[in-house]
């Protein structure tokens, strides 16, 4: 068996790389609730798993601390890649370090990051990247955790990391971690229209908390996910899914960036069945008939100087894509 170079001038030591990807979200239903106690907000919420993959390549270095970097891709780049954090306040960074104290493993770990969902866009691309974290770190490590365990780190990470770990359809009840998977055979397709500047979660709750406050609202606990989204996801019918879209955040992203009334009336001209706002914004997700009316609306939208894509939904969750050693 190998052995690790330890000092300068040995042999080059053999190192394993597992990499690992998990999907960017959507909410096709978003209904917050009160600001509760300590500070987050109760929602429902009805997630969908889209086709925009962030990846994460765990490797084993010598010595003992986490390093991130980003993955410079030659493929269309996501906006403002570069201003994703590379330091311990990194998502997979911290997810990385969550694994290394549960399981008590010796840390020496390099993380590379390709970025595909929009940074600060609403789809959860930290969410994704945490969610790929644990489970190529799991591999690396050789933690042998359940899915079960996984879930529970990853609802330590953020509300939305456990959606990015299962991926597919589900509901999201208490602040949106406690899952429930939701039958979706799909496919949906959609337009994305990917912003140019980012919202912060945190500024966009906010936000609605004050236009609620102005208008003398006191919001209700929520009691659920609407009825008739689950059954347009069962039926994977889209025109169905479109007249029943809710998001109780829009209002609050669009009063911080009323530009994206502008988006989502482009959308209506070119024909989307439904426009919205995704999660916290700025992301709009505009849905198609199929998979044809998709690429085309993308396509219009890309003519009229928009950074759009077509994507489709659900699908599945974080998963191993190779594992190497070198
Ligand atoms: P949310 O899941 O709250 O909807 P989002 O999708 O709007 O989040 P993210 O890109 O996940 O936005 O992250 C929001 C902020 O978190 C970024 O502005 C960045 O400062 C910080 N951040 C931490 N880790 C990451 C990461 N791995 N990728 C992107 N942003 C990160």
Same mark, same amino acid.
């Given at each position: 068996?190998?052995?690790?170079?330890?000092?300068?001038?040995?042999?080059?030591?053999? +190192?394993?790389?597992?990499?690992?990807?998990?999907?960017?979200?959507? !909410?096709?239903?978003?209904?917050?609730?009160?600001?509760?106690?300590?500070?987050?907000?109760?929602?429902? +919420?009805?997630?969908?798993?889209?086709? %925009?993959?962030?990846?994460?390549?765990?490797?084993?270095?010598?010595?003992?601390?986490?390093?991130?970097?980003?993955?410079?891709?030659?493929? &269309?780049?996501?906006?403002?890649?570069?201003?994703?954090?590379?330091?311990?306040? !990194? %998502?997979?960074?911290?997810?990385?370090?969550?694994?290394?104290?549960?399981?008590?493993?010796?840390?020496?770990?390099?993380?590379?990051?390709?970025?595909?969902?929009?940074?600060?866009? @609403?789809?959860?691309?930290?969410?994704? /990247?945490? $969610?790929?974290?644990?489970?190529?770190?799991?591999?690396?490590?050789?933690?042998?955790?359940?899915?079960?365990?996984?879930?529970? =780190?990853? $609802?330590?990470? @953020?509300?939305?990391?456990?959606?990015?770990? *299962?991926?597919?359809?589900?509901?999201?009840?208490?602040?949106?971690?406690? *899952?429930?998977?939701? =039958?979706?055979?799909?496919?949906?397709?959609?337009?994305?229209? *990917?912003?140019?500047?980012?919202?912060?979660?945190?500024?966009?709750?906010?936000?609605?908390?004050?236009?609620?406050?102005?208008?003398?609202?006191?919001?209700?606990?929520?009691?659920?996910?609407?009825?008739?989204?689950?059954?347009? =996801?069962?039926?994977? /019918?889209?025109?169905?899914?479109? #007249?029943?879209?809710?998001?109780?955040?829009?209002?609050?992203? =669009?009063?911080?960036? &009323?530009? *994206?009334?502008?988006?989502?009336?482009?959308?209506?001209?070119?024909?989307?069945?439904?426009?919205?706002?995704?999660?916290?914004?700025?992301?709009?997700?505009?849905?198609?008939?199929?998979?044809?009316?998709?690429?085309?609306?993308?396509?219009?939208?890309?003519?009229?100087?928009? !950074?759009?894509?077509?994507?489709?939904?659900?699908?599945?969750? #974080?998963?191993?894509?190779?594992?190497?050693?070198?």
């Amino acid at each position: 068996t190998p052995s690790r170079a330890t000092s300068e001038g040995g042999p080059p030591s053999r +190192s394993r790389t597992v990499r690992a990807k998990a999907p960017g979200k959507l !909410n096709v239903s978003f209904s917050v609730g009160p600001l509760r106690e300590d500070g987050y907000h109760s929602v429902a +919420s009805a997630y969908l798993a889209v086709s %925009l993959y962030e990846e994460v390549s765990a490797t084993s270095v010598d010595g003992d601390g986490i390093t991130v970097s980003l993955r410079a891709t030659d493929a &269309p780049s996501v906006p403002f890649a570069e201003s994703m954090p590379l330091d311990e306040r !990194n %998502l997979a960074v911290r997810a990385a370090r969550l694994m290394a104290d549960v399981t008590e493993k010796p840390t020496g770990l390099h993380l590379e990051i390709t970025k595909r969902v929009p940074v600060a866009g @609403g789809m959860g691309g930290g969410s994704a /990247d945490a $969610a790929a974290t644990l489970l190529a770190c799991d591999a690396l490590w050789g933690s042998g955790l359940s899915r079960e365990e996984l879930a529970h =780190l990853a $609802a330590e990470l @953020g509300a939305d990391v456990p959606f990015a770990l *299962l991926g597919g359809a589900a509901v999201g009840l208490g602040i949106g971690d406690e *899952l429930t998977p939701a =039958l979706a055979p799909g496919p949906l397709h959609w337009a994305l229209v *990917l912003a140019d500047f980012g919202l912060s979660t945190p500024t966009v709750f906010s936000a609605l908390d004050r236009l609620r406050a102005a208008r003398g609202k006191t919001p209700e606990e929520p009691d659920g996910v609407d009825p008739r989204i689950l059954q347009a =996801l069962r039926s994977g /019918d889209a025109e169905a899914l479109a #007249a029943v879209l809710r998001n109780d955040l829009q209002p609050a992203a =669009l009063k911080l960036a &009323p530009q *994206l009334a502008d988006v989502i009336d482009q959308g209506a001209e070119y024909g989307a069945l439904a426009s919205l706002v995704s999660g916290s914004g700025p992301t709009v997700a505009m849905l198609a008939r199929d998979e044809e009316h998709a690429i085309e609306l993308a396509d219009r939208l890309a003519e009229a100087g928009q !950074n759009s894509l077509a994507v489709h939904s659900p699908v599945h969750g #974080a998963k191993i894509v190779s594992d190497l050693t070198r």
